[in-house]
């Protein structure tokens, strides 16, 4: 019964930083050194950001000057999700960070989770297309269908751009915000969005 417990607590563990490793986030702060040899490289990290995406090797030419010559050094980064959920993450001298973010400004007049009450327009936050750890990222393809305030369209492999697992049936799962409030929804393949 313990292994069985443990299987699942391990299971849900992965599944929930699989979601994160595709879901978009806010940089709150970035430090790089070793011990309490550190400097803020906040603003250098997010310079770096380039189509929502981060991509960069973690070393000195990268990230400046050295804080802790001599020293192996670390990259911690502390992103917000669309959620307001805080996560910190480690990043080894030579290890490459990998993420997808954004900005202050990705809301018009407001931050990143949350928009300013003015702000009525449908965005998506994260959605994701495929089945278990079969998915594809397809957050900004759905930000971009967005028309006149509106999302519609048929749920299948042309309209999400590809197939990420073939054979199985998918499905479409999408957190969004829509006249100020957030909502979570899903759909198989086969049906018809239609937001708001």
Known sequence: ??????????????????????????????????????QDVTSRVNSMAQGGQLNFKVNTTNLGSDPAVGLKKDLRITCRDWRGKNDTYHYREGDYVNLRVVGNDYYPGGGWNRPNPGYRDLRVMNATWGRGHQSANVTDRLNSMVSGGRLYFKVNTTNLGGDPAPGLIKELHVYYINQGRHWQRKWREGDTVALP
């Open 1 to 38: 019964m313990r292994f069985v417990l443990r299987t699942l607590l391990l299971l849900a563990v992965c599944l929930s930083s699989y979601e994160f490793a595709f879901a978009q986030c806010q940089i709150i702060r970035a430090e790089w050194g070793a011990g309490h040899r550190r």
